[in-house]
């Protein structure tokens, strides 16, 4: 809608109130020159074609996830074609606008290993000719999921894209889904799997995305084990106590670039993933680290989460009217809310700390930070709003379980009874040689505070919280203990 031509010296241009991005592997290319952000990368991706092989009838489709292949009968030949567990990134330097999806210099030799278990898995392959051997580029994201949605830095800008080599399979559907979301404004149904608005900003780095897209091209016929973690492309956003966790036995996964401890390895245990449909390796250290939280105390790091200051002299109207619990509430009050669309949807699950009379402090999961900003910021009104992304700014150490006043109170000289610091509420605290705001919230179903702590100090208040917490049975704990709280 809203199209109109205007004829320029040597090209026209096309205004539009809407735009779709569904340029493929140029796609991230074209979103830059709009200042949008989408982190994809080409790969080379192959296949070959036999001669006609006689005898060869009709055939189901095969797929062999533990050989990285696939197999069609096609018009009485066999195809073979692969999603290797390390792939080829294409196009670094960018692809010519007249590249037309040609076809790219054969590579036998990193197809070979496919091609012997093929022969294994199919002997007639042993001794039928190859018609053809093709090499062409396809576009693959970090997360091997694709780009649907309106962007987060420009209104009417949206996109369907990189779509990981299942775009024919999932044109029907994401096709009808985009049309819908468009004309309504929100998604017809829960799309945050595919939603643009997981990118990360630093994922548009060449660098991140070549060594990235090498793995996900592969993991399309790998196992999804249960928080199967990605292999490259790591540790580019680290809380500051990154490596005091680290020399305590942590062990890492990555959600949104950040690095986060997941579990504690014991002594001399390894500190790696062994992935099992069954009970996998850091079972009993979750069940130990879930103990203590339940029974003693526990420490959690989770700096990740996404932190938004709403400031001004209309911010207490303005998230009144987008949040739907009471946002004109007491400074110091701490409200758990949701976010809601027209069609009552939660948009995000968040809690809103009132700072000021004008001032609020808004925490997010990591994940959700640029799909809730971009929610915010497209529903200014009229009103007179700030809205400021403050995640760098802190640190966040969240102390749980029944003995955590009992330690907290042996690091502060502050009041942290139920009368001085009751449930739902914060005040700005001595801890150690620092200063902190303790928030009183949980999400551990136990006694707890949640520390907001400036980055420059983080390390230090740890280090006071790890001193004393012996006496008291102090763990620390990861991000699995808390999925099972």
């Known amino acids: 809608t809203g199209v109109s031509w205007a004829q320029g010296e040597e090209q026209g241009t096309i205004e539009a109130d809407i735009v779709v991005n569904c340029a493929g592997m140029w796609a991230r290319e074209l979103g830059a020159q709009n200042g949008v ?135 029907g559907g994401a096709g009808m889904a985009l049309a819908q979301w468009i004309n309504d404004g929100e998604a017809p149904f829960d799309l945050w799997e595919v939603d643009i608005r997981r990118a990360q900003p630093f994922q548009k780095n060449r660098r991140y995305l070549k060594e990235r897209v090498s793995e996900t091209l592969g993991l399309l016929y790998a196992d999804h084990f249960p928080y199967r973690q990605m292999a490259t492309s790591r540790n580019v956003r680290r809380s500051p106590l990154h490596e005091h966790l680290k020399a305590r036995g942590a062990v890492f996964g990555e959600v949104a670039g950040w690095e986060r ?51 001004g002299r209309d911010a207490c109207a303005f998230l009144q009217r987008l949040c739907a619990n009471d946002m004109d509430v007491a400074p110091g009050k701490i409200v758990y809310t949701q976010m809601l669309n027209a069609k009552g949807g939660i948009e995000s699950d968040l809690t809103v700390t009132r700072l000021s009379e004008t001032a609020y402090f808004l925490v997010v999961p990591g994940a959700t930070l640029q799909r809730d900003l971009a929610w915010l910021r497209r529903h200014v009104a009229d009103e007179f709003v700030v809205i400021t992304d403050v995640t760098a700014a802190e640190a966040v150490l969240c102390l749980m379980g029944p003995e955590s006043r009992k330690l907290i109170q042996k690091l502060s000289p502050n009041d942290f009874s139920n009368e001085g610091n009751p449930f739902g509420t914060f005040h700005e605290i001595e801890i150690g040689m620092g200063l902190a705001r303790a928030h009183r919230v949980t999400y551990v179903g136990e006694l707890g505070w949640e520390l907001y702590v400036s980055t420059e100090q983080a390390a230090h208040v740890f280090e006071a919280i790890s001193d004393a917490g012996a006496e008291v049975g102090l763990k620390l704990c990861g991000l699995h203990t808390l999925d099972s709280c």
């Open 261 to 311: 401890a997941n579990w504690f390895a014991r002594e001399g245990q390894e500190r790696e993933y062994r992935y099992s449909w069954k009970r996998q390796n850091w079972f009993d250290n979750q069940r130990e680290e879930h103990l203590a939280v339940r029974n003693k105390v526990g420490l959690f790091d989770m700096t990740s989460f996404g932190k938004i200051r709403v400031e």
């Open 37 to 171: 952000t989408i982190p994809l990368h080409a790969c080379e991706h192959f296949y070959l074609v036999t001669e006609p092989i006689p005898g060869l009838t009709r055939l189901p489709v095969l797929r062999v996830p533990d050989e990285c292949a696939y197999y069609k009968e096609d018009a009485g030949k066999m195809m073979l074609g692969a999603f290797e567990p390390v792939a080829k990134p294409w196009g670094m330097d960018g692809i010519s606008e007249d590249f037309c999806f040609d076809q790219l210099p054969e590579d036998m030799e990193h197809f070979e290993p496919i091609l012997e278990m093929g022969v294994n898995r199919m002997p007639m392959l042993a001794t039928a000719g190859i018609h053809t051997f093709f090499n062409g580029p396809e576009s693959f994201t970090p997360d091997d999921r694709y780009y649907l949605g309106e962007a987060p830095e420009l209104s009417g800008y949206w996109m369907a894209t990189g779509y990981n080599s299942i775009g024919i399979v999932s044109s």
